[in-house]
T-cell receptor, first 114, second 111 residues
Framework: GAGVSQTPSNKVTEKGKYVELRCDPI?????LYWYRQSLGQGPEFLIY????????DSGLPNDRFFAVRPEGSVSTLKIQRTERGDSAVYLC????????????FGPGTRLTVL | DAKTTQPNSMESNEEEPVHLPCNHS???????IHWYRQLPSQGPEYVIH???SNVNNRMASLAIAEDRKSSTLILHRATLRDAAVYYC????????????FGQGTRLTINP
């Protein structure tokens, strides 16, 4: 079946602009996660949704970052007033409901802020 | 979240076994040991997980020390496609669902 998909695969923007990154999880997966990966580092947790609600947003670095999942499927990560330090690969993952369920990752969106 | 310690890099030859170590001396009784790997330019993918007993699947084996303070991921016959960064992660099945990644081990496979 189809895996997790993310669009766009690459995004180049200018400092100060607004960007939206989209994630389509595996059908039937109620849990959705966003991670950010800087060059040479492991992925870093941003936010976790169970259904439509954000169950844990402790990883969002500041209030410029926001994510939604209005119908419990597709999610959008929104970054306002982008900064050069936001440049990274943004990864989305989905899983079934239980804590021990495997997370399936998408290929990521590479964001470059000039 | 309990922390894990892995070597930064390892190297092996094609068709030989590879043993990737992970230390987790502060592991709690409710922590599962998970392994994910990340191939170049891809998102991480699940490899294997276990709690106390050794585990086998089509990708790898997981050997867990009796005191659970360390574990070893075993690739029985490495191929060039196994070159990746391997992450050892502790997940508390009673706690947060997020994965906490460390630096991982970068595995190089020589032809």
């Amino acid at each position: 079946g189809a895996g997790v998909s993310q669009t766009p695969s690459n995004k180049v923007t200018e400092k100060g602009k607004y960007v939206e990154l989209r994630c389509d999880p595996i059908s039937g997966h109620t849990a959705l996660y966003w991670y950010r990966q800087s060059l040479g580092q492991g992925p870093e947790f941003l936010i976790y949704f169970q259904g439509t609600g954000a169950a844990d947003d402790s990883g969002l670095p500041n209030d410029r970052f926001f994510a939604v999942r209005p119908e419990g499927s597709v999610s959008t990560l929104k970054i306002q007033r982008t900064e050069r330090g936001d440049s990274a690969v943004y990864l989305c993952a989905s899983s079934l409901r239980r804590p021990e369920d495997t997370q399936y990752f998408g290929p990521g969106t590479r964001l470059t802020v000039l | 979240d309990a922390k894990t310690t892995q070597p930064n890099s390892m190297e092996s030859n094609e068709e030989e076994p590879v043993h990737l170590p992970c230390n987790h001396s502060t592991i709690s009784g409710t922590d599962y040991i998970h392994w994910y790997r990340q191939l170049p330019s891809q998102g991480p993918e699940y490899v294997i997980h276990g709690l106390t007993s050794n585990v086998n699947n089509r990708m790898a084996s997981l050997a867990i020390a009796e005191d659970r303070k360390s574990s070893t991921l075993i690739l029985h016959r490495a191929t060039l496609r196994d070159a990746a960064v391997y992450y050892c992660i502790l997940r508390d099945f009673q706690g947060a669902q997020k994965l906490v990644f460390g630096q991982g081990t970068r595995l190089t496979i020589n032809p």
